[in-house]
C-alpha cells in the first residue's frame, strides 16, 4: 500500500471517465443539500445516487431538490446501503463514497480521480483523517483514540495496513467491487471494504485530508466500535 504524504492537485481531473456517487444517508436533511451542492461544484454533472434508510425526516426530498438520485433501501445500516448500490449501479469506470453528513470536503476528490486515472494497479484511493501532514486540533479525543486503536487491530488481524481504515471519502475503480457483495450491514463495511480491494490485487492509496464537525445528528455510537471490531476479527 502506497501513502501520498503531500497535499493533493485539487484541479479537475482529466479525462472523462463515467463516474459514480454514492451517498448512504439516513436522517441527514441537515447535511445532504451541502454535500451535494459542493459535489456538483467540484465533479459538475456527476450522477449523485443517495441510498435512504428509510429516513423519517426530509433526506430524500433534499437530496432530489439538489439533484441527486435516490434510492430507498431494503434494510438498514450503512454497509446495507452500499450493497444496494453497487447492485443498482451500470457502465461507470469509478466509484465515489461520501459522507452524507459534510464532513468530508469534495476539493480532494479530482486528485483523488486522477491517482486512480494515472495508476492502474491502484483500486482505491481513500482520505485520510489523522496524517501527521496535518493540523488535527481538537481530533485528539474519543473520536481520534477510537480510531487509532482499531487502525491499529486492522493492520495486525485484518492484514490490511492503513493509517485510517475507517475514513468516509473514497474513490474505487469498479472493477475492484462491481461484483462484490458485502456481508457488513453497518459501519464495519469499511473493513470489508478495504479487504476486498485487496483481494482483488489492487493497491490502496491514502492521502491527507482536513475534516469537518458534521451536520446534523451524530450516528456513529460506542456500540458501532464493537461491530467494526468483531468484523475485522471475523471476516
Given amino acids: 500500500m502506497l501513502r ?13 471517465l463515467p463516474l459514480q456517487v454514492i451517498i448512504a444517508a439516513f436522517n441527514e436533511e441537515e447535511g445532504i443539500g451541502l454535500t451535494i451542492a459542493e ?11 443517495v441510498v435512504d434508510g428509510n429516513s423519517t425526516d426530509n433526506t430524500a426530498v433534499v437530496a432530489r431538490e439538489f439533484g441527486a438520485v435516490v434510492l430507498f433501501q431494503k ?3 450503512k454497509g446495507d446501503a452500499i450493497g444496494d448500490a453497487i447492485v443498482s449501479i451500470h457502465d461507470t469506470e469509478q466509484v465515489v463514497i461520501i459522507d452524507a453528513d459534510y464532513t468530508y470536503p469534495a476539493k480532494y476528490l479530482p486528485g483523488m480521480i486522477r491517482i486512480l486515472q494515472e495508476n492502474s494497479d491502484v483500486g482505491m484511493v481513500c482520505g485520510d483523517r489523522f496524517s501527521d501532514d ?14 487509532r486503536v482499531l487502525a491499529f487491530i486492522h493492520g495486525l488481524m485484518n492484514g490490511v ?12 475503480r469498479w472493477a475492484a467491487i462491481k461484483d462484490w457483495r458485502p456481508k457488513s450491514k453497518s459501519f464495519d463495511i469499511e473493513v470489508e471494504l478495504n479487504r476486498q480491494i485487496e483481494k482483488e490485487g489492487y493497491r490502496i492509496v491514502e492521502v491527507p485530508i482536513d475534516y469537518r ?3 446534523g445528528e451524530k450516528k456513529l455510537q460506542v456500540k458501532d466500535g464493537f461491530t467494526i471490531l468483531r468484523r475485522i476479527l471475523v471476516p
Fill in 213 to 215: 464537525p458534521r451536520v
Fill in 4 to 16: 501520498e504524504v503531500n497535499s493533493i492537485n485539487e484541479k479537475e481531473p482529466s479525462g472523462s
Fill in 39 to 49: 459535489l456538483r461544484r467540484v465533479l459538475g454533472d456527476a450522477l449523485c445516487l
Fill in 75 to 77: 434494510g438498514k445500516g
Fill in 134 to 147: 496535518l493540523d488535527l486540533g481538537d481530533k485528539h479525543g474519543a473520536l481520534y483514540f477510537g480510531n
Fill in 161 to 172: 495496513q492503513m493509517h485510517d481504515p475507517l475514513t468516509g471519502l473514497r474513490v474505487i
